[in-house]
């Protein structure tokens, strides 16, 4: 068993992470193959706000569809208007879950000039997303 231990990354302790106002460390972790933890890591991404936010729009072109989720929710939660150009693409994204979570996060945004592209997205084949 002590040999398989190598290979299994520690689970991240996000409350240090986000004590440490480790950004990167808790983008890392929304790769993390648990839902929770993905969750907690973009929740405390959100709740750092304009802190994080320059790191989050680098990061969201991440190839990894979990990351770029846990981003665009953290992203919703800052509610700064300035992610709102970032976050636009993402409304024609292949995945439902990202152009669910983007519309989502448009909407917490709160930006008026949002509402057309939104009102676009009630066109969407998927119930979620309209």
């Given at each position: 068993m002590q040999f398989f231990k190598q290979f299994i990354s520690p689970k991240p302790d996000i409350a240090a992470l986000r004590e440490k106002n480790d950004i990167n460390g808790l983008i890392k972790a929304l790769r993390y193959d648990d839902y929770d933890i993905q969750w907690r890591?973009?929740?405390?991404?959100?709740?750092?706000?304009?802190?994080?936010l320059d790191h989050l729009l680098t990061s969201l072109q991440h190839h990894d569809r979990e990351v770029r989720l846990g981003i665009i929710e953290a992203l919703g939660e800052i509610r700064d208007p300035r992610a709102v150009a970032a976050l636009l693409p993402f409304l024609k994204d292949e995945s439902v879950e990202v152009r669910w979570v983007t519309a989502l996060a448009l909407g917490e945004i709160g930006d008026r000039q949002v509402i057309p592209v939104l009102v676009r997205s009630l066109l969407d084949a998927d119930k979620y997303v309209r």
């Open positions: 890591a973009a929740e405390a991404l959100g709740k750092m706000g304009r802190e994080a």
